[in-house]
């Protein structure tokens, strides 16, 4: 018979704070709901995508594509634990994508 272990630990709740580096975000903004309330950019998904609220909020030039499959596992038992340069590029971007989309949304 095999033995398995439970977890024991809380719930991971995401709007408190990162799991893997602590990071406390104390005022988030969901930028879809904010992108509704300016009313300006035409309607707006529930599960709009950042490149697809980035390209009706920042216009044509943020038109980004992602491919569609991105392997960041290789299904080997040991990963591969280098990123290649489209894998850091595309990871960074949603980020940055999410800054830019934030600064027009949030100023007065």
Do not use: H
């Amino acid at each position: 018979m095999k033995r398995t272990r439970r977890c024991t630990q809380q719930p991971y709740k995401s709007t408190t704070k990162s799991r893997d580096y602590n990071i406390k975000i104390s005022n988030w903004v969901d930028l879809r709901d904010k992108a509704r309330e300016k009313a300006i950019f035409g309607e707006i998904a529930k599960n709009c995508s950042v490149e697809k609220l980035a390209k009706k909020v920042l216009g044509d030039e943020w038109d980004v594509k992602k491919p569609a499959i991105m392997d960041w596992w290789n299904g080997q038992p040991y990963p591969n634990w280098f990123l290649s340069d489209d894998k850091v590029k595309f990871g960074s971007l949603e980020a940055f994508l999410a800054y830019r989309i934030g600064t027009i949304l949030l100023e007065n």
